[in-house]
Nanobody, 123 residues
Framework: QVQLVDSGGGLVQAGGSLRLSCVVS????????MGWFRQAPGKEREFVAC????????YDADSVKGRFTISSDNAKNTVYLQMNSLKPEDTAVYYC????????????????WGQGTQVTVSS
């Protein structure tokens, strides 16, 4: 069984930064790609970014491109989401997830999910 534990959320002012972390219990063929998603109140969960453990595939949603960076530390089985220049519209619960599909953006393709971490950006 694969478990994901995400953390690092909090309250920050607009223009500030946060770094989210996601630790995966073990890396297998089912966790080839790690993704970050977010869900704001009343909205659907949306893709933010994903990365393979080889680091060769990274995709950012247009709304966060240039501000958010996804990275991984294979030795720690950890994926990070560095969020800079945060905006109030970035406020959401952020979830990390894992899938066996390479470079996957669709949430329905992800099999494992973290519990979510709240990010609140004040104006």
């Amino acid at each position: 069984q694969v478990q994901l534990v995400d953390s690092g959320g909090g309250l920050v002012q607009a223009g500030g930064s946060l770094r989210l972390s996601c630790v995966v219990s073990r890396r297998t063929y089912n966790t080839a790609t790690m993704g970050w998603f977010r869900q704001a109140p009343g909205k659907e969960r949306e893709f933010v970014a994903c990365i393979t453990w080889s680091g060769s595939s990274t995709y950012d949603a247009d709304s966060v491109k240039g501000r958010f960076t996804i990275s991984s530390d294979n030795a720690k089985n950890t994926v990070y989401l560095q969020m800079n220049s945060l905006k109030p519209e970035d406020t959401a619960v952020y979830y990390c997830a894992a899938t066996g599909r390479i470079g996957e953006r669709r949430r329905e393709s992800y099999d494992y999910w973290g519990q979510g971490t709240q990010v609140t950006v004040s104006s």
